[in-house]
């Protein structure tokens, strides 16, 4: 049994990391290469759709990644499942305080009511992105090395 959550918590895991990367690396590169603003529109779309799915998806992979440290804590490696548990609750407590505000506005603005700086506020977002991405591929390598 305890095979069988290692791996579905690698999979989901492994799934979320590749989408937040994809994120910073592909979709957000294409938005922002876009014409005049029109990028912002997609970044608003793009908040407003993966701004539904990512709080379950990133509390989720942590309670996977709870339970396995929990069922697994006598086995090699039970201590790198803690700390790659550590790394996504960083993860989460970093979109709270940092992404999460900024995506709730961006997600709301229309060429109409969008603020003057806005560009800013999407690229301090792309940088707070590119650090969150660092730490969930850290807590993902992490694991899947515990797991192995």
Request: proline letters at 4%; glycine letters at 8%.
């Amino acid at each position: 049994m305890l095979d069988v959550l290692e791996v579905v918590t690698a999979v989901v895991v492994g799934l979320m990391v590749g989408v937040e990367f994809s994120v910073a690396f592909v979709i957000n590169p294409i938005l922002n290469a876009l014409p005049e603003d029109s990028g912002q529109l997609g970044h608003a779309h793009g908040g407003r759709m993966l701004g539904a799915v990512m709080p379950v998806w990133y509390v989720g992979s942590l309670a996977l990644v709870a339970v396995r440290a929990a069922a697994g804590w006598n086995r090699d490696g039970a201590g790198l499942v803690v700390t790659a548990g550590a790394l996504l609750v960083l993860a989460v407590v970093m979109s709270l305080l940092l992404l999460v505000p900024i995506n709730n506005r961006n997600k709301a603005w229309t060429p109409e009511n969008r603020p003057e700086d806005w560009k800013e506020q999407l690229n301090r977002w792309d940088r707070w992105h590119y650090v969150r991405v660092a730490v969930i591929i850290t807590a993902f390598t992490l694991l899947v090395t515990a797991l192995t």
